[in-house]
């Protein structure tokens, strides 16, 4: 099994990322995915999910009418598209897989926000 993230880095305050997460080793289709992020010091937070066949989806409070989540299940992978953001959106980012009490992890990207 494996999750892989990408399109993280340096954006200044206003800019926009597209962070993708390539999944493998399991039935992608199958498994709700779900993008969390961890500032400096602070918790995990849950920033968006969508369910497997993309028919619901739930987005934080803090980043909601800024980030979009989608998923492309022929290419097995997920999409953050973030959008006008802020100093605060600086973490790191990761993808997360779940069913029924099974849950996999992508290692991260790190989303710097700083002019």
């Known amino acids: 099994v494996q999750l892989v993230e990408s399109g993280g880095g340096l954006v200044q305050p206003g800019g926009s990322l597209r962070l993708s997460c390539a999944a493998s080793?399991?039935?992608?289709?199958?498994?709700?995915m779900s993008w969390f992020r961890q500032a400096p010091g602070k918790g995990r937070e849950v920033v968006a999910t969508?369910?497997?066949?993309?028919?619901?989806?739930s987005i934080a409070d803090s980043v909601k009418g800024r980030f979009t989540i989608s998923r492309d299940n022929a290419k097995n992978t997920v999409y953050l598209q973030m959008n006008s953001l802020k100093p605060e959106d600086t973490a790191v980012y990761s993808c997360?897989?779940?069913?029924?009490?099974?849950?996999?992890w992508g290692q991260g990207t790190q989303v710097t926000v700083s002019s």
């Open positions: 997360r897989a779940s069913r029924m009490g099974d849950y996999y």
């Open positions: 080793g399991f039935t992608f289709s199958r498994y709700d």
């Open positions: 969508i369910t497997n066949t993309g028919g619901s989806i």
